[in-house]
């Protein structure tokens, strides 16, 4: 038996990183798996590898996520989980940060989650789950990243509010919070043909061994399990939660 038979879920963001190791996992574990991102060669492969089904949608159109719905629906019957995990990192200070590039970063990760909420709840079973990706940095500051952690302090708003006004339907809404973690977003060297992920990582453990406590930065393996916690009955008592994914990173620092 595996922990999600018999239900649908959609992944956005899901063609390569955190959500295509949440695809492949939830699809491991019996779920019909919706796979939704901008990236189509890259979601379609990993799509048709695990049995799935892929849908063009970008987070931030309104009525992308209209068709996104309909096509899950359409192909499964029914819809039991979302897992709202797009998102886009920017680097810069806040007196630098051009307005244009801090809406980029809004349109996308805040406004795709709660576009993304409000589209599949109407039409999610009673007992679903919803689990959106916040980050490390929803939780504390980080210099350097104002627009990216403006947006996932907002995603903890939103998905408290949803826990509240869905609670009555049993639908669960969590968010993960994770630290560092090797994918593209953190380890962009993983985009280069030339460059040896294996290596790009290694040396990425190097620089938060220094700063984590578990040693290392984290793997997209991981965050999946925990979200896969979330969508399942493990936790059928959680809900408007945060769930820092870190290393040990927030615990405090060490001065000896
Ligand atoms: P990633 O860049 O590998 O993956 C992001 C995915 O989102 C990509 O497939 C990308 O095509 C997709 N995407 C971007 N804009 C989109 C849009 N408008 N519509 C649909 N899809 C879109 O990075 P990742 O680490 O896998 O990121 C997944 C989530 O985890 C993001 O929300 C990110 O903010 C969050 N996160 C990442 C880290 C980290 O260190 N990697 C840490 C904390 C939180």
């Not at 109407?122 to 929803?138: E, K, L, Q, R, W």
């Amino acid at each position: 038996m595996g922990r999600l038979d018999g239900r649908v879920v959609l992944v956005t963001g899901a063609a390569r990183g955190q959500g295509e190791q949440e695809a492949r996992l939830f699809a491991e574990e019996g779920a019909r798996v919706v796979l939704a991102d901008v990236l189509d060669e890259r979601g379609e492969a990993v799509a048709e590898e695990i049995g799935a089904r892929y849908v063009h949608l970008d987070v931030g159109e309104e009525d992308g996520w209209r068709d996104a719905v309909r096509a899950a629906v359409d192909a499964y019957g029914r819809i039991d989980g979302l897992v709202n995990n797009a998102g886009i990192l920017r680097f810069n200070t806040l007196v630098d940060t051009p307005l244009e590039e801090f809406m980029r970063v809004v349109r996308v990760n805040q406004v795709g989650c709660f576009l993304g909420i409000r589209a599949v709840a109407p039409a999610m079973a009673d007992g679903g789950t919803i689990v959106n990706t916040a980050s490390y940095t929803a939780v504390t500051g980080m210099a350097a990243v104002g627009a990216y952690a403006a947006t996932k302090h907002a995603i903890l708003g939103l998905t408290r509010v949803a826990a509240l006004e869905l609670a009555h339907r049993g639908i669960r809404v969590n968010a993960v919070c994770p630290g560092a973690v090797d994918t593209a977003m953190s380890n962009p060297a993983r985009l280069d043909p030339d460059a040896d992920p294996e290596e790009t990582s290694r040396a990425l453990d190097g620089l938060y061994r220094r700063l984590v406590p578990l040693g290392r930065i984290g793997r997209a393996e991981e965050v999946a399990r925990l979200a896969l916690f979330l969508s399942c009955e493990d936790s059928s008592y959680i809900t408007g939660q945060p769930f820092v994914i870190d290393g040990g990173w927030l615990a405090g620092v060490t001065v000896v």
